[in-house]
């Protein structure tokens, strides 16, 4: 059984910062491009950041220089470091996993508040 499992979201204030990770099982991880998306009400999810299997990062141009994306092959999890937080970054924060020729897995969310 796959399970994606985000952690670390919760209420900051603005400019602050939050550590958000992703632990994966039931995949084999290291074939596999890992992303975050994030969600708010009544809005398309949105793309944030990937890593590639082989560590390439990409970033949508809202995150860039304040996001940062790794991942742990050891820990089968990946990270979303998230630094000088605004309060149009509050959503739902999911983790996909893509790999060629394989299905797409998602994790259940975390919710990131950035308010005062």
């Known amino acids: 059984q796959v399970q994606l499992v985000e952690s670390g979201g919760g209420l900051v204030q603005p400019g602050g910062s939050l550590r958000l990770s992703c632990a994966a099982s039931?995949?084999?991880?290291?074939?596999?491009?890992m992303g975050w998306y994030r969600q708010t009400p009544g809005k398309q999810r949105e793309w944030v950041a990937t890593?590639?299997?082989?560590?390439?990062?990409h970033y949508a141009d809202s995150v860039e220089d304040r996001f940062t994306i790794s991942r742990d092959t050891a820990k089968n999890t990946v990270y979303l470091r998230m630094n000088s937080l605004k309060p149009e970054d509050t959503a739902v924060y999911y983790c996909?996993?893509?790999?060629?020729?394989?299905?797409?897995?998602w994790g259940q969310g975390t919710q990131v508040t950035v308010s005062s």
């Open positions: 890593i590639t299997s082989a560590g390439t990062t």
């Open positions: 996909n996993a893509e790999a060629l020729a394989l299905p797409t897995y």
């Open positions: 039931g995949i084999r991880f290291s074939i596999y491009g």
